[in-house]
């Protein structure tokens, strides 16, 4: 992955972004992975020891960082990111901060999960952005204070260690780390601005609470649901379909480009464990003139993509725009991934998949829960 580093050039007018410093139109390799900092999910950002010049609230924002070069307040230049103040020395001998110094804040996780990623967007901090960060993760049950996290009997992970990074750039770091985490620090050296965090993973719920549940939401990301493929994404991502709640504007939900011709478009999914599907609900909300016009349902049982026959569990059914549908399954086989075929291109919203987990599917997600140090599992 490319690494940036150093000031950008002063804004002089224009296209903010014209020479924002990114990876590509690829992105980063585990960019298509959702993001477990998202704020749909419940995550947030707790504390900061220090934000004088801009919200440490702003990290999470799901959108792009803004920038208005005539906002300002009465504490100066208005950001749209995390900003510290200028970290001093002692004194007038000593003016600059020791190489320890730095700011934090502290992150929940809206789903605790596997990390393989993290984008720390520094997007219009050109001169004010940190000198270096670096990122500790640890897993805590519950709801905890930020002083319940600051303790000195809380284990922290380092998941990106202390790197220089670029300003007006987003610095991407690849995480190896297979442990279930769910709360990060990150920390800025020695201070300065942070404009967005994004922190792509892989959702690992906890198997209690899905037990207690017994009914609940296959599909969806906070129970572990995910989006392995989609034959398009081009407005919008199909791992919309299985964020929570109702969508609420036309691209929070999944739409492809218009097709002309033959065939159809389709996303598979992973669902939380082996399970078996009771109910269905496929939502077109906010999709009025470009819905898909009728869609299909098929599972699959197998632990590897490709393992298992596809079986029908909902034909081909026409879909009405801007509308709840609801579907109810007699029998329905189990299965651990399931595709929506959608014809012949449009959108959905969102895709709920109700049901429960087969005793196998149980056990197999309560040991995974385990082996990355979920602990009890509730």
Not at 95 to 114: C, K, N, Q, S
Not at 281 to 291: A, P, Q
Not at 335 to 364: K, M, N
Request: hydrophobic share 35%; proline share 7%; with cysteine.
């Amino acid at each position: 992955m490319p690494r940036f580093t150093g000031d950008a050039s002063p804004y002089t007018g224009g296209d903010p972004y014209a020479d924002y410093r990114t990876p590509g139109p690829g992105g980063f390799p585990f960019a298509q992975l959702p993001d477990l900092a998202d704020r749909r999910l419940g995550a947030g950002v707790i504390a900061a020891n220090d934000e004088f010049f801009a919200e440490r609230e702003n990290l999470l924002t799901p959108e792009a960082a803004h920038f208005d070069p005539e906002a300002f307040g009465h504490k100066g230049k208005i950001m749209d990111g995390w900003e510290t103040r200028r970290r001093r020395g002692t004194d007038g001998a000593n003016p600059f901060p020791t190489d320890e110094d730095h700011d934090w804040a502290l992150i929940r996780l809206g789903a605790p999960g596997v990390i393989h990623g993290i984008v720390v967007d520094t997007a219009h901090f050109r001169g004010n952005y940190p000198q270096s960060v670096s990122v500790q993760g640890t897993w805590v049950d519950g709801s905890p204070s930020p002083d319940d996290l600051l303790a000195d009997d809380v284990t922290w992970t380092t998941l990106v260690p202390r790197t220089a990074i670029g300003g007006h750039a987003a610095n991407g770091f690849a995480v190896d780390v297979p442990r279930r985490f769910t709360h990060l620090r990150l920390n800025q050296h020695p201070d300065g601005g942070v404009a967005r965090l994004r922190v792509h993973g892989e959702v690992v719920p906890a198997p209690g609470w899905l037990a207690a549940l017994g009914t609940f939401d296959l599909a969806a990301l906070e129970n572990g649901g995910r989006v392995e493929d989609a034959s398009d994404r081009f407005y919008s991502s199909p791992t919309n379909t299985i964020q929570p709640g109702r969508s609420r504007k036309m691209d929070d939900g999944w739409e492809t480009r218009r097709r002309r011709g033959s065939g159809n478009d389709w996303v598979r999914y992973r669902l939380t464990e082996q399970s078996v599907i009771r109910a269905v609900e496929i939502d077109t909300g906010c999709l009025k003139g470009n819905s898909a016009g009728w869609a299909a349902l098929f599972g699959r049982d197998g632990e590897k993509d490709g393992d298992g026959e596809w079986t029908e569990l909902l034909p081909r059914t026409r879909l009405q725009p801007d509308t709840v549908h609801r579907f109810l399954l007699d029998d329905a086989a189990a299965a651990t991934q399931v595709r929506i075929d959608i014809f012949p291109d449009g959108g959905i919203a969102r895709l709920r998949l109700h049901g429960s987990l087969t005793e196998e599917g149980a056990r197999r997600l309560a040991a995974r829960h385990e082996e990355l140090g979920g602990g009890a599992g509730r």
